[in-house]
Structures are given as structure tokens and as C-alpha cells.
């Protein structure tokens, strides 16, 4: 049974994601399509619209097969912790193939620019600390350094997508038995692209801008109807949405009640920014205008945004050093038929220990989650259901 | 200039505290009543119904000269501590008297038993612990053990005002030149009477429970109209009103987001509390109920509530142990002219630094309260005022 692996965030699921889903199995000739997807924290340091029970459902009615959650530490994290805990689930679950949305390049381009990276990581380091410029984010100086190196490289490598394919792709050179690379080309919108389109391929981002925070009218419902298919439009129709805006105030009273040195426990509180952060805090009124009066040119919004993830659910520099090792355990959200004869057929081999349901038995496991899936049922108190415990694969 | 000392919460203010100023002055023969109040978290360990500035506007219009802050790591405290912390308070203030609640007992025989009981310390702790019987909550146990020490005694040690009244005489007889002692019995209520009552003198508990959670009617507005002095009841019926329902969600988030092992940082986060409090956050939907559920035997609802506002506040152990040693500065809240005289005569012999206005530069001596400041105002988000920060005394 040939399988290929996506990662994916669903956020929520529309039909750019269908056609990745349809894409993937046709160039890769893959049986089964296994889609590793961040639970409740996203990578751009958001909490997801809805929650990864239902956001597992889209999944398994666009056509995914398996559905496999990845774990907050590399979810809510920049492009190579993403790609590293997602690569090395897919590697543990035995996946053939990956395919990922490019915005340009196709798989061999990726596959050599991988190979070059690694092969000279000590040389870009030494580089990258050379053109160091603290009026920069670290992904601009970076993506500079790499043009400078590469100067022949045809394809960008400061779009989101092409920097998370290039991890993927580094991180799968890591492992013993290289997974085939595919890429597929992104239809119709660019990623950030907030603008919902006619062609009915709206990005996600646009798509949740018309759901939260605005009151939908017929007209703007008929567009997100025609923007995706119709589970995900009934799921995002009748589940309890949120946003960062539903998570303020508990972030704000940890941040009001944490003493600077406290702050300094949180991973990736570094450089100062928790006396930014504390300066801020008590005026302002919303997330938003919270991120807004401490962005400044040296840390990007997204950056700042997954620090708030990081102080909302207390992850520790201690245990976050630990956590990004490698997951600790393949837990499954959701198969089809498919899926489940993948699953009876490849266990025994399988790398990591498969967690079906989460229980008192293997709760050590899968700890950082379950927190953060209690911190996410506080977004919408007594309408989000239970995150771990005792809950069952979507069939 | 005579002073009289009196050690209050008003949360709010009524008519029995009124006659309690009148007979402070009255049995005293003071110039000038100095009040110290619990600031927003108090004894019985609640948030104020009304914040402290409210409270002190109600405390100067009802005779008080001076209004001084009780600190937070001594105001939600058991009454040692309690009366460990204003008792040194009014020492630093030159005071010459202090004038208490009773419910039964002259101040001689709170003279006598503090000695009786500052004598034989020692004694008293092994009994204490011969007795022990983890069937009983502390304040029980103690009350027994005390009462068989002394057998001719005839006042109660068990009645909440006794054993404060006991607390300030202990602790007054441990300072150099003790104040002199003054009761007065409280009249028409009993402390926890939750019954408004027709002679006008209803507990600030029977107050609170119509302020709170109750749609308050014309006839109930009109009882409470007639239970407490016009400027206290134009106080509670137009400024923001808090309860530990407020701030619910902000303690049901933090005992989510910490570990046991971080919980056990916590100041009285002992004997294994924390796994109870983990255990039954998740499902609890109130405070109410959450501390139902936590509650047994051997811990009262005064001490779980207490323990609630130490983890809301994340006062931690190592902390608490200088803090409580003694206060670290007079935080004055307001004065009347009489007031304003005695602290221009006396201001030089405090043994203690005042403070006028919480400013960037003595906030050092004043950390915990400002943080407790900022978390009581996210009580009601936005209606609130700032508490520390460049607050001017009320005059």
C-alpha cells in the first residue's frame, strides 16, 4: 500500500486544500494520503477556528486517509520545527512520499537546494551571522543570506510556502530512508491573499476574516459556501469559532501576574522583549492592539504571535528543549476504510507509539497537549468539548 | 494627639461600622481614628465587592481620619498574620490605642488570655499537636485545645471576632510600648447573618449577597438604602461590583496551565491540596462550585478561598516568607483634615516610609500590591480603575 504524506493546518479546510488532497494521490499513485495537521495551535501562533476534532472531519471527507495530529511544540513554531516534528511523524508512520503546495520550483529543485543546505550548514551560519542586522526579522536576513549563496537559484526563497517546502525537504534528507519529494503548485490565491476570490479558491486567512468578528450576511455565506466543501462550510456553519481575542484576557492576566524573571522561564522569551511585553500589556484592549503596540522591526508579527502561544500555555524553555527532540507518540485524529487497513497492516512498525485514545495509561505521553487542549476549551467556555481524554478517532 | 486605631475590611461599609467609629472615639477619647483597611483581597480571602478607593471614600465620610492599606500578603490571611500585619502597621504610625469588635469579653480579658497565651507558646503548640486530629479543620482544633488550657475562661475562642480580637492583643504585647486596648460589642448581627434584618444593622455578608448576583428590586434597594450611611450606598450602586465569580475564569485557567509541581510553589499549597484543585477545575462551571467540590474536612471554605486568591495572584512561598514578616511601607489611601495634622506632626517618628502615590520610583516597596491592583481591575475589564499608579490619596 503506497502512501504519501501532507502536512497541513486546515484552518479551514477549502478547496485549494481539496485539489492538494486530489493532486497528491494522483502524482504520487499513493493508496493511502496521510495528513499530519496541527491540533489546536496553528504555525503562524494562532488558535484554530475550530477545533482539530472537526477540522479532522473536513480532512477525512476531502479525502485524507489517516489523520495525525502535530504536537503544539512543532505546530505553534517557525518553518524547520514545523517541518522536523511533521517529516519525522511521517518517517515513523513508514510514509513513501510527501507532497507539499509550492509557489514555484517543482521537487527536484527543492531536493537539491535541501542536499546544499545541509550539506553547508556550518558556512550559512557563519554567513548569516556575518550580514547580521538587527533592523531585520530573522527570515528576511535569512532568505538574503541563502540568495547570496545561491545565486543561480531560480525560485524564492522568502514565500512562505517555498521556505516551509525547503524544511520539508531538508528535514526528510535527515532521515535514513528519504521519503519521494512532489509538489503541487498553490491555485488561485496567494497565501496571505485576504481578499475572497471569485474563483472560489479563497485562502484560509481570507475565509477567516469573513467568519470571525463579522456579522455574515446571506451574500458573503453564499461565498464561503462556494469556497469550500460542503462538510467543512456545515462544520465552520454550526461549531463555536475562535480567534486570539477569545484567549486576551487569560493571556493578559499571565502576563500581568508573571514577574519579568518568571516570563524569562518561557520559551523563546529572549532579548528583552518580556520588558516589552509587560510595558504593553496593561494598556492595551484587545490581542490585536496588544501585538501591535509590541511589534517593532526586529520581531515579526507571527514571531510574536507564537510567543503568545507560548505564554498562554506555559511552555518552559526546560521542557520545550526536550519536547523538540522528536514527538513522543503518533496520535490518531481520524481514518477512513483506507486508512484503517494502513493502520492494521504498517503498525507493528511504526517508530513511535500510537495513541488512539488519549488515557490515564498513556496521558504522560502526550502532557503539552492535553494542557493545550484545555486552554483551547476556554475559548469558548462549556461549548468546546473535551480535547484528549477519552475521545475517539473521527471514522 | 490622641490616636485610636481600628482594623477593617468594609466591604461595604454599613451602619455597624458606623457605630463602631463612634464608640472607637467615643471609648478613646481619640482626636483622630486611624483606619487600616484590607486594599482588594481580604481576610476571608474574596476579592472586594467595591475597590479600596471606594472603600476609603466610604470610610472618611463615616469618621475615619486616616486610611492606611493593609497589604495583601497580610490582609488574606488567618487572623495571626491578619493581625500580625496592621497591628504593625498602627505601631509604625505612632498610634496609642486600638478599639475592636467583640462578641463577648472586656478588653482585660483579651489582655490576660494574650499574655496567658504569648506565655506559654510553646506549651501550647505540643498540646496542639497531641490533639491533632485530621477529622478538623485548624481553627477548630485550635479553639478546642485552647479552651481546655484555659477552663475558668468564659469568653468564646471560637467566634471570628474573638479570635481576632485575640490575635491584635497577642501581637500588640509583643511590640516595645503595647497600645492600649479598647472593645466595643458589636450590635444587631452575628458576622455571618446572611438575613437582612429590620434594626438597620445587617452584615456586610447579608449586604453583599443582595449587592451581588441578585437583580436588586426597588424594595430591596430601599433595605439596603436604610442599612449602611448615604455615601456608602451611593458608592455601591454606582461603581463596578466584583465577586470571586469574576475572576473565575482567570483561576480556572492558571490551575489548567500549571503543573503540580508548579502549583506546589504556591504560598499554603501543601499537603497534596494541588491534586484536589486539578482534579476538579476541569469540570467545575463556578467558583461556587469548584470550591464545593474541593472542599472536605479538613480544609474550610475560608482557607480554599484564601489558597484561590494565592494562586490567582501567584504569590509564591519563598515570596510570602520575607513579605509576611512585616509590612514594607504605609500606603496611604486617604485623610481628613485631623487626618492631615497628624500626619504632618507625626510623619517624622513613622518607622515605617510612607506612601502617598505609588511612583515608578518606591514601587519596589510596594510589587505585590500593585500586581494584586492590576488583577482585581481585569475583575471588570476597562470599568475598573487603575489602583497603584499615581493614585492620589482620597481626601
Given at each position: 500500500?503506497?502512501?504519501?504524506?501532507?502536512?497541513?493546518?486546515?484552518?479551514?479546510?477549502?478547496?485549494?486544500?481539496?485539489?492538494?488532497?486530489?493532486?497528491?494521490?494522483?502524482?504520487?499513485?499513493?493508496?493511502?494520503?496521510?495528513?499530519?495537521?496541527?491540533?489546536?495551535?496553528?504555525?503562524?501562533?494562532?488558535?484554530?477556528?475550530?477545533?482539530?476534532?472537526?477540522?479532522?472531519?473536513?480532512?477525512?471527507?476531502?479525502?485524507?486517509?489517516?489523520?495525525?495530529?502535530?504536537?503544539?511544540?512543532?505546530?505553534?513554531?517557525?518553518?524547520?520545527?514545523?517541518?522536523?516534528?511533521?517529516?519525522?511523524?511521517?518517517?515513523?508512520?513508514?510514509?513513501?512520499?510527501?507532497?507539499?503546495?509550492?509557489?514555484?520550483?517543482?521537487?527536484?529543485?527543492?531536493?537539491?537546494?535541501?542536499?546544499?543546505?545541509?550539506?553547508?550548514?556550518?558556512?550559512?551560519?557563519?554567513?548569516?551571522?556575518?550580514?547580521?542586522?538587527?533592523?531585520?526579522?530573522?527570515?528576511?536576513?535569512?532568505?538574503?543570506?541563502?540568495?547570496?549563496?545561491?545565486?543561480?537559484?531560480?525560485?524564492?526563497?522568502?514565500?512562505?510556502?517555498?521556505?516551509?517546502?525547503?524544511?520539508?525537504?531538508?528535514?526528510?534528507?535527515?532521515?535514513?530512508?528519504?521519503?519521494?519529494?512532489?509538489?503541487?503548485?498553490?491555485?488561485?490565491?496567494?497565501?496571505?491573499?485576504?481578499?475572497?476570490?471569485?474563483?472560489?479558491?479563497?485562502?484560509?486567512?481570507?475565509?477567516?476574516?469573513?467568519?470571525?468578528?463579522?456579522?455574515?450576511?446571506?451574500?458573503?455565506?453564499?461565498?464561503?459556501?462556494?469556497?469550500?466543501?460542503?462538510?467543512?462550510?456545515?462544520?465552520?456553519?454550526?461549531?463555536?469559532?475562535?480567534?486570539?481575542?477569545?484567549?486576551?484576557?487569560?493571556?493578559?492576566?499571565?502576563?500581568?501576574?508573571?514577574?519579568?524573571?518568571?516570563?524569562?522561564?518561557?520559551?523563546?522569551?529572549?532579548?528583552?522583549?518580556?520588558?516589552?511585553?509587560?510595558?504593553?500589556?496593561?494598556?492595551?484592549?484587545?490581542?490585536?492592539?496588544?501585538?501591535?503596540?509590541?511589534?517593532?522591526?526586529?520581531?515579526?508579527?507571527v514571531k510574536l504571535q507564537r510567543l503568545c502561544v507560548y505564554i498562554l500555555l506555559q511552555l518552559k524553555k526546560d521542557e520545550m528543549v526536550e519536547e523538540i527532540k522528536k514527538p513522543r507518540a503518533i496520535h490518531l485524529l481520524g481514518?477512513?476504510?483506507?486508512?484503517?487497513?494502513?493502520?492494521?497492516?504498517?503498525?507493528?512498525?511504526?517508530?513511535?507509539?500510537?495513541?488512539?485514545?488519549?488515557?490515564?495509561?498513556?496521558?504522560?505521553?502526550?502532557?503539552?497537549?492535553?494542557?493545550?487542549?484545555?486552554?483551547?476549551?476556554?475559548?469558548?467556555?462549556?461549548?468546546?468539548?473535551?480535547?484528549?481524554?477519552?475521545?475517539?478517532?473521527?471514522?
Amino acid at each position: 500500500m503506497k502512501s504519501c504524506g501532507v502536512v497541513v493546518e486546515y484552518n479551514p479546510l477549502h478547496n485549494g486544500h481539496v485539489y492538494h488532497l486530489e493532486k497528491t494521490r494522483e502524482l504520487s499513485g499513493a493508496e493511502v494520503v496521510i495528513a499530519v495537521m496541527s491540533g489546536n495551535f496553528l504555525q503562524r501562533g494562532e488558535p484554530a477556528i475550530v477545533d482539530k476534532w472537526a477540522r479532522t472531519q473536513m480532512a477525512l471527507a476531502a479525502g485524507a486517509d489517516l489523520v495525525i495530529e502535530l504536537p503544539v511544540s512543532f505546530s505553534a513554531q517557525p518553518a524547520d520545527y514545523f517541518a522536523k516534528g511533521s517529516v519525522c511523524l511521517l518517517h515513523a508512520l513508514g510514509c513513501d512520499a510527501i507532497c507539499f503546495g509550492s509557489e514555484s520550483g517543482d521537487s527536484k529543485d527543492y531536493q537539491q537546494m535541501a542536499h546544499f543546505l545541509n550539506q553547508n550548514e556550518a558556512m550559512i551560519d557563519q554567513r548569516f551571522k556575518e550580514n547580521k542586522n538587527s533592523g531585520q526579522t530573522y527570515a528576511t536576513q535569512m532568505a538574503q543570506t541563502l540568495e547570496e549563496l545561491t545565486p543561480h537559484q531560480t525560485f524564492s526563497l522568502s514565500t512562505p510556502n517555498n521556505i516551509l517546502g525547503l524544511a520539508y525537504a531538508r528535514e526528510n534528507l535527515r532521515h535514513k530512508n528519504p521519503m519521494e519529494l512532489y509538489t503541487t503548485t498553490r491555485v488561485g490565491s496567494d497565501y496571505h491573499n485576504e481578499e475572497l476570490m471569485e474563483q472560489n479558491f479563497s485562502s484560509a486567512t481570507a475565509i477567516r476574516k469573513k467568519l470571525v468578528g463579522n456579522q455574515l450576511n446571506n451574500a458573503a455565506l453564499e461565498e464561503l459556501r462556494l469556497s469550500m466543501p460542503d462538510s467543512s462550510f456545515k462544520l465552520v456553519t454550526s461549531k463555536p469559532l475562535v480567534s486570539w481575542e477569545n484567549y486576551w484576557s487569560y493571556l493578559k492576566y499571565q502576563i500581568e501576574v508573571q514577574s519579568l524573571e518568571e516570563l524569562r522561564t518561557i520559551y523563546q522569551v529572549t532579548e528583552g522583549i518580556e520588558y516589552r511585553l509587560k510595558e504593553y500589556v496593561h494598556e492595551a484592549e484587545s490581542f490585536e492592539q496588544f501585538i501591535s503596540l509590541v511589534k517593532n522591526k526586529r520581531v515579526s508579527w507571527v514571531k510574536l504571535q507564537r510567543l503568545c502561544v507560548y505564554i498562554l500555555l506555559q511552555l518552559k524553555k526546560d521542557e520545550m528543549v526536550e519536547e523538540i527532540k522528536k514527538p513522543r507518540a503518533i496520535h490518531l485524529l481520524g481514518f477512513s476504510p483506507s486508512g484503517r487497513n494502513y493502520l492494521k497492516e504498517k503498525k507493528k512498525e511504526f517508530t513511535l507509539p500510537l495513541i488512539t485514545n488519549v488515557t490515564k495509561k498513556n496521558k504522560s505521553l502526550w502532557t503539552t497537549d492535553i494542557k493545550a487542549g484545555k486552554i483551547y476549551q476556554m475559548g469558548q467556555m462549556g461549548l468546546i468539548k473535551e480535547q484528549d481524554y477519552y475521545r475517539q478517532p473521527v471514522k
